[in-house]
């Protein structure tokens, strides 16, 4: 399943692949936010797996610097993004339930 779009405080972000990310000192990421323009970009060569971290890192990302938090260390976003993947995919019935909040709301989005 491809994410297109992920929605992270209040603000849509498009997800699109992108090969060759490089950060602004040219260091080669597999993933990039971009908070202005509001998109989301992963390297397609990834697998499943790590194409889901990846976006979870990202996703956090957006989520501390909606939160004001510019000291963020790669280190605390990544293990923060393999600890929440490993709990999606060890706890199904956790997904299932937030989903179950939201279907008794619908009619109001
Ligand atoms: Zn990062």
């Known amino acids: 399943m491809t994410i297109e779009k992920v929605k992270i405080g209040g603000i849509v972000y498009d997800v699109i692949p992108e090969e060759r ?8 990421l597999i993933g990039q936010i971009d908070y202005e323009a509001a998109v989301i970009k992963i ?12 976006l979870w890192h990202e996703i956090i990302h ?3 610097h909606q939160n004001g938090r510019g000291d963020q260390t790669e280190e ?4 923060t993004a393999y600890s929440i993947v490993q709990v999606l995919r060890d706890n199904h019935a956790l997904m ?3 989903k179950e909040l939201d279907e008794g709301i619908e009619a109001v989005k």
């Open 62 to 64: 957006g989520i501390f």
């Open 96 to 98: 299932d339930a937030v």
């Open 76 to 79: 605390l976003i990544d293990s």
């Open 21 to 28: 990310l490089q950060a602004d000192d040219r260091t080669a």
């Open 43 to 54: 390297d397609p060569k990834l697998n499943s797996q790590m194409n889901i971290q990846t």
